[in-house]
């Protein structure tokens, strides 16, 4: 029913919108009446995301696309002109992200810029061109989509816990200075979550996922609705009074350590590199 849909006349914009995290978020917004706007590289994947959130929201539900990349400023902006033009922008959701696993003296300069980029510069472009629409309707609420490794430490990924550590940071200082515009600017911290993404990866390799699930208290990972509730209560009226914060959804990983992976960094990088990198050398190219 119309009066049990609390963001009717709203509309949301989320960049990886294709992906498990950001189409479950949107469903869980257009469930409750919200237009929402998806962006992401593959047209594809968008149009595929789009046909099963309107079969999961039902009747009335309205959800559109736009391909582009989340580095790209105009792209960016366009996404969320569009979404504007079907409600009052009142939500945005970055979900772009991720990190590369391998021992920290392996990176070299241009690729940290491009680790920084991934996670920092595509939520910040979020806040950056929906500030404006939002101030427009009278404000709004933004979620940058984090990790639990912007609090635990993991080996092999420093790289990652220092630009997802940079997106909670940004959440704070946006928050701040966002306030007095009515707009509030969280982050939901993720765990390990099992997507079409993933499936291939991490979770094909049983050994592995059982070593994640040793340091889980809950001892199961994650399924993109697990995330999504997150983001749905971050983006609505229910967290009215919350800004600047971190909601961490992970299995209880954070209450112990991450996994020691090196195993997994071994059979990618063999072991003339890691042993190089694990005694303070740099590997050879």
Do not use: C
């Not at 959440?171 to 515009?181: C, H, I, K």
Request: hydrophobic content about 45%; proline content about 4%.
């Amino acid at each position: 029913m119309a009066e049990d849909k609390v963001l009717l006349g709203q509309a949301a914009f989320i960049t990886g919108g294709g992906g498990g995290i950001g189409s479950a978020s949107a469903a869980w917004l257009a469930e409750d009446g919200a237009a929402v706007v998806l962006m992401g590289r593959t047209e594809a994947t968008l149009a595929g995301a789009k046909r099963r959130i309107e079969e999961r929201a039902g009747t009335g539900a309205r959800v559109e696309y736009v391909t582009g990349d989340a580095l790209d400023p105009a792209a960016v902006e366009a996404g969320l002109t569009l979404a504007a033009g079907l409600g009052r922008l009142s939500m945005a959701v970055s979900v772009v992200g991720g990190g590369t696993m391998k021992p920290l003296l392996m990176f070299d300069a241009d690729e940290v810029t491009a680790e920084m980029r991934r996670n920092i510069v595509s939520a910040f472009l979020v806040i950056r061109h929906s500030t404006p629409l939002m101030v427009e309707g009278g404000g709004g609420s933004i979620v940058l989509i984090s990790s639990d490794a912007a609090k635990i430490p993991w080996p092999f990924l420093a790289l990652y816990n220092t630009s997802k550590s940079g997106v909670e940071g940004l959440v704070r200082g946006a928050a701040v200075e966002l306030a007095p515009l009515k707009i509030r600017v969280n982050a939901v911290r993720p765990g390990l979550v099992e997507t079409d993404t993933t499936r291939g990866g991490l979770f094909a390799n049983k050994a592995v996922i059982e070593q994640f699930l040793e340091e889980k208290p809950l001892r199961r990972t994650g399924v993109p609705d697990d995330i999504a509730a997150g983001v749905r209560y971050l983006l609505g009226p229910e967290s009215s009074w919350v800004t600047g914060q971190s909601l961490g959804i992970e299995g209880g990983n954070e209450l112990t350590r991450a996994p020691y992976l090196e195993g997994l960094v071994r059979k990618r990088f063999g072991d003339a590199a890691i042993d190089a990198a694990l005694s303070g050398r740099i590997p050879s190219a």
